[in-house]
């Protein structure tokens, strides 16, 4: 079992920057798949990015590929979501998933087991 909690959220203005985080309790947290997911109210949840386990192979939604960065900390079990560039339409909760799995990377949140909480983010125009 694996409990995910995020943080990091909060209110930036447009073009400003917010690191999430998605911290893991639980067992060794590397062999995981980790995905950032976003919902706002009355629209379907939407993928942002994903990382695999093991060997950290990254992809990203193509609304904000080479803004928004995935990484891994094994050594604090916590994956992180690096977010420059924010625009008013990053405004969302954000959630992280986790996914037993060494090799693959997942963009449908059907394929995940574990989510967090969510964590708020807000971009002021």
């Known amino acids: 079992q694996v409990q995910l909690q995020e943080s990091g959220g909060g209110l930036v203005q447009a073009g400003g920057s917010l690191r999430l985080s998605c911290a893991a309790s639980g067992r060794t947290f590397s062999n995981y798949a980790v995905g950032w997911f976003r919902q706002v109210p009355g629209k379907e949840r939407e993928f942002v990015a994903a990382?695999?386990?093991?060997?950290?192979?990254?992809y990203y939604a193509e609304s904000v590929s080479g803004r928004f960065t995935i990484s891994r900390d094994i050594a604090k079990k916590k994956v992180d979501l690096q977010m420059n560039s924010l625009k008013p339409e990053d405004t969302a909760v954000y959630y992280c998933?986790?996914?037993?799995?060494?090799?693959?990377?997942?963009?449908?949140?059907?394929?995940?087991?574990?989510w967090g909480q969510g964590t708020q983010v807000t971009v002021s125009s």
């Open positions: 990382i695999s386990g093991r060997g950290g192979t990254t």
């Open positions: 998933a986790a996914k037993y799995s060494t090799g693959s990377y997942y963009v449908d949140g059907s394929d995940y087991d574990y």
